[in-house]
């Protein structure tokens, strides 16, 4: 691919001792790492919440299903350990995300591509279209689900690349599962309800890349957001760089090891009709360390048509959401970029 800039952030800024123009956030919108609250994720009260899946469809299953209900509405992030899903899975997957990103450019640019609607490609930023400043990542998006359907225009160097995580989808996608059927159970709804509101399903997975930044307070890996779809499942490398929106403040979420963080999309707080809320959150970048994360998205399938559930509605609690499709929602938020308005006000009902 003949190109006389880098297409790559990776290689646009190697060796590079300063941030380029078009990384540099205007003052009123940076990082401010200094202003950054930093606490464990132990279980104490000012933690995100950390739970124990252990026994969750057995003597533990009340227990477990309250304190999800209880993390979803009162933080919309928790930690999930006892997930069942083994060390050596995501120690692969972890291996080959990171084996991608240390191929030679003209490797990994076999993946490349700037079309949004392309089901596997690298690509950086967010959408470059829409942003008048970059976000200090590289990425690699795969549709993953039916499997089949997509596995084999996955990258084929790491030679393993394909298998690991391949492996790696199936087991997040019945965890994913677990999880929603959990969620379901907990607003007092049938544990199938949100399975069966998604449609056919959709499963996205993006392995983020962020390379060590010389001037990390001038930038994000991805500025605050919520996400669009219905729950993420986000695997993270050792370095931190996560961070919540709580209280009015900005949160640090470090890395442990083999647990999963679980935050709440926009499609929950629409199906739950705003008990359960999707939350701001962000990635910061560092001078030292690249950093790799790996967000499961799991969604409804485009022609979903997602709105509040029937039996969480009566005359005191009317509809906050009008139903719509979720190919409507995500391509309005596509077409906006990561803002920290979310575009939930654009469905929302006007009640009286």
Same mark, same amino acid.
């Given at each position: 691919?003949?190109? %006389?800039?880098?297409? &790559? ?9 300063? /941030? ?15 202003? /950054?609250? #930093? ?27 309250? *304190? ?8 919309? +992030? ?22 991608? +990103?240390?191929?030679?450019? +003209? ?32 990425? &690699? ?37 677990? &999880? ?17 509101? &998604? ?25 605050? #957001? ?32 083999? %647990? ?20 701001? *959150?962000?990635? /910061? ?61 654009? +469905? ?5």
């Amino acid at each position: 691919m003949d190109s %006389t800039k880098p297409l &790559l952030l990776t290689d646009l800024v190697s060796g590079s001792k300063h /941030v380029p123009s078009n990384y540099i956030r205007p003052e009123h919108d940076r990082p401010n790492l200094d202003e /950054v609250e #930093h606490y464990s994720l132990d279980g104490n009260s000012s933690s995100i919440p950390l739970i124990d899946l252990q026994g969750l469809h057995g003597p533990n299953h009340s227990d477990i299903i309250n *304190h999800i209900g209880h993390a979803c509405q009162n933080y919309g +992030f928790f930690r999930i350990k006892n997930h069942g899903i083994q060390e050596a899975v995501i120690d692969s997957m972890l291996r080959v995300a990171k084996e991608f +990103f240390q191929l030679p450019e +003209f490797e990994r640019l076999r993946s490349y591509s700037d079309d949004p609607f392309k089901t596997t490609r690298l690509s950086t930023s967010f959408n470059p279209k829409a942003e008048a400043v970059s976000s200090w990542r590289d990425y &690699l998006r795969l549709h993953c689900h039916p499997l089949e359907d997509y596995v084999d225009e996955w990258p084929a160097n790491p030679a393993s690349f394909r298998e690991e995580a391949a492996e790696y989808c199936r087991n997040v996608r019945g965890l994913a599962r677990r &999880l929603l059927a959990a969620i379901s159970e907990s607003l007092g709804l049938e544990r199938d309800y949100v399975d069966r509101a &998604l449609g056919q399903h959709g499963q996205h997975m993006a392995i983020n890349y962020y390379p060590p930044c010389p001037q990390p307070e001038l930038t994000y890996g991805l500025p605050g #957001h919520a996400d669009p779809n219905v729950i993420t499942v986000l695997l993270q490398d050792d370095v931190a760089g996560l961070q919540v929106r709580r209280n009015g403040k900005w949160v640090a979420v470090d890395p442990m090891p083999y %647990t999963f963080i679980v935050n709440i999309g926009d499609q929950i707080q629409v199906l739950s009709n705003e008990r359960y809320k999707s939350v701001l *959150h962000r990635a /910061v970048v560092n001078s030292d360390k690249e950093r790799i994360s790996i967000p499961t998205f799991y969604c409804p399938s485009y022609d979903a048509i997602i709105g509040p559930a029937q039996k969480l509605l009566d005359e005191d609690e009317p509809a906050h959401y009008r139903s719509f499709t979720y190919g409507e929602y995500y391509e309005k938020f596509w077409n906006r970029g990561l803002q920290t308005q979310t575009c939930l006000d654009m +469905f929302k009902t006007h009640i009286p």
